[in-house]
Nanobody, 127 residues
């Protein structure tokens, strides 16, 4: 059973930075992909970034491209989301989620593709 635990959220001023972490446990196969989703108040959950588990391919939503960076540390079984130049519209609860076969359908945006989810970590960006 795979478990995901996010951390690193908090309150930051516009223009600031945060780094979110997603610690994983359990067996994850090389064909998987990890996504970072967010749900802003009153909006649907959206995929903002993803990384393949084995090859390190990354992809980003247009709204965060150039500001966010996703990476992984295999030794620590942890995936990170570095968020720079934060804007008030980045305020949301952020979730990491695992698609067990995500390498084959990379950057799948549907929540239904992701089997395992973390509990979420809240990010608030003040203006």
């Amino acid at each position: 059973q795979v478990q995901l635990v996010e951390s690193g959220g908090g309150l930051v001023q516009a223009g600031g930075s945060l780094r979110l972490s997603c610690a994983t446990s359990g067996r994850i196969f090389s064909g998987a992909a990890m996504g970072w989703f967010r749900r802003a108040p009153g909006k649907e959950r959206e995929l903002v970034a993803a990384i393949t588990w084995s090859g390190g391919r990354t992809a980003y939503a247009d709204s965060v491209k150039g500001r966010f960076a996703v990476s992984r540390d295999n030794a620590k079984n942890t995936v990170y989301l570095q968020m720079n130049s934060l804007k008030p519209e980045d305020t949301a609860v952020y979730y990491c989620a695992l698609d067990p076969i995500g390498d084959a359908r990379f950057f799948g945006r549907s929540e239904r593709l992701y089997t395992y989810w973390g509990q979420g970590t809240e990010v608030t960006v003040s203006s």
